[in-house]
């Protein structure tokens, strides 16, 4: 069989197979999620920032690949599944990551089959001498910094994390040697729907999250309203991302020039889609946080971790809309920075209910949701 047989045909979306292999990455985020909320200090949250960046990479690395690739083909599934094994392996070990030298190599070992796999695959589904070329440069320049994840899983946990900022300090590197090159073929509206469905399954991981810590816990008022508005912030969340950026996102990728279009899905996608899924994870800390004591003073940290996931996720947004577009989304960006000022002030004021934080963030985003409603969609502009 042909190895242009292999190539993603035109007009493929995104298929069950690739959603199988999101829910094991999503796994991952669950346990970055965890290892986060027991290490709230700045040591604890570099080395989760550390560990995701590497998840993320996995992901988005695999992601382009599939991306090349005719997804219902047999050997491109059987391809999937395999690489979804091993990083159940790497899913499984995050929280092991820092450990000893043993445990760190349950999880860097599989990490780097998995970015192996995934380049191997990409050469093999490439259906062009030129995107072949490409792939094969993306690949050995991407060698140092999986070396590096190696030697860091090997080394003591000090040491360790300042080579996997190596790593990802290499990693950025090789992406961006790529993204000079021609010749990707890239399917604009299936990057841009994984995209999208990465993030609602990370969005609503972090409810689940939130409501199997607190599964056994006594219901009580505070803890019914704590909830409730716990959700309607989550979907007001949801609202920014999705009831009009992520349209906006996909059709300037689609309608971008050949000449730009790789480099704006790697900047607005995988560069900026990574701080926007960090907020997930620490907007789920603070949540299941505040659910675990519903009528008890927050934490500044838990506060911290609340009013930063926000701030990441919105700001996030802005910023791949900016890259894609060239506009900044300035009144988004001041609500959002107002919102969390709110909460981190109502944190430090003695006895406010956790409740009250959470409403002071839908009341944020719902008017980021109702001004850009109003002004931005109807009016035609984004600015």
């Known amino acids: 069989m042909s190895l242009r047989s292999l190539a993603s045909p035109e007009g493929?979306?995104?298929?069950?197979?690739?959603?199988?292999f999101d829910l094991v990455f999503v796994f991952a985020v669950t346990q970055v999620t965890h290892y986060a909320a027991e290490h709230l200090d700045p040591d604890g949250i570099l080395r989760s920032i550390l560990v995701f960046w590497l998840v993320w990479?996995?992901?988005?690395?695999?992601?382009?690949?599939?991306?090349a690739a005719d997804t219902d083909h047999h050997q491109v599934r059987l391809g999937t599944l395999v690489s979804t094994g091993v990083a159940f392996v790497m899913a499984a070990s995050v929280e092991q990551a820092f450990g000893s030298?043993?445990?760190?190599?349950?999880?860097?070992?599989?990490?780097?089959?998995?970015?192996?796999?995934?380049?191997?695959?990409?050469?093999?589904?490439?259906?062009?001498?030129?995107?072949?070329?490409?792939?094969?440069?993306?690949?050995?320049a991407?060698?140092?910094?999986?070396?590096?994840?190696?030697?860091?899983?090997?080394?003591?946990?000090?040491?360790?994390?300042?080579?996997?900022?190596?790593?990802?300090?290499?990693d950025l590197g090789a992406a961006g040697l790529a993204g000079r090159r021609m010749g990707w073929n890239l399917h604009a509206e299936h990057f841009a729907e994984r995209h999208g469905l990465i993030v609602i399954i990370a969005l609503g991981e972090s409810l689940i999250i939130a409501g199997a810590a607190v599964a056994a816990d006594e219901r009580t008022g505070g803890f019914v309203a704590v909830g409730a508005t716990a959700v309607a912030a989550t979907c007001l969340l949801w609202w920014t991302y999705y009831g009009w950026v992520k349209d906006a996102l996909e059709e300037r990728l689609v309608c971008?020039?050949?000449?730009?279009?790789?480099?704006?899905?790697?900047?607005?996608?995988?560069?900026?889609?990574?701080?926007?899924?960090?907020?997930?994870?620490?907007?789920?800390?603070?949540?299941?946080?505040?659910?675990?004591?519903?009528?008890?003073?927050?934490?500044?940290?838990?506060?911290?971790?609340?009013?930063s996931g926000v701030l990441l996720f919105v700001l996030s947004t802005a910023g791949a809309l900016w890259r894609a577009a060239g506009k900044l989304l300035v009144?988004?960006?001041?609500?959002?920075?107002?919102?969390?000022?709110?909460?981190?002030?109502?944190a430090l004021t003695a006895n406010t209910y956790p409740v009250w934080l959470l409403a002071v963030v839908c009341a944020g985003l719902a008017v980021i949701v109702a001004i850009e409603h109003f002004l931005c969609v109807r009016g035609g502009h984004l600015g």
């Open 256 to 307: 971008a020039p050949e000449a730009v279009q790789v480099k704006m899905a790697r900047d607005a996608y995988s560069l900026w889609h990574f701080p926007l899924v960090c907020g997930i994870i620490a907007y789920a800390v603070g949540v299941e946080g505040i659910l675990a004591h519903p009528e008890e003073q927050v934490s500044s940290a838990v506060a911290i971790a609340l009013g």
């Open 57 to 67: 990479w996995a992901w988005t690395q695999f992601t382009w690949a599939l991306n």
């Open 331 to 346: 009144r988004r960006v001041l609500i959002v920075g107002v919102t969390v000022a709110g909460v981190l002030a109502l």
């Open 12 to 20: 493929q979306g995104a298929t069950f197979v690739e959603l199988f």
């Open 142 to 170: 991407s060698l140092t910094g999986l070396a590096a994840v190696v030697a860091g899983a090997l080394a003591p946990p000090p040491l360790r994390a300042w080579l996997w900022l190596g790593a990802i300090i290499l």
């Open 101 to 140: 030298r043993g445990e760190a190599l349950w999880f860097a070992i599989p990490y780097v089959s998995v970015r192996l796999l995934g380049l191997g695959l990409y050469y093999r589904v490439a259906g062009t001498p030129e995107q072949r070329s490409a792939v094969l440069f993306f690949a050995f």
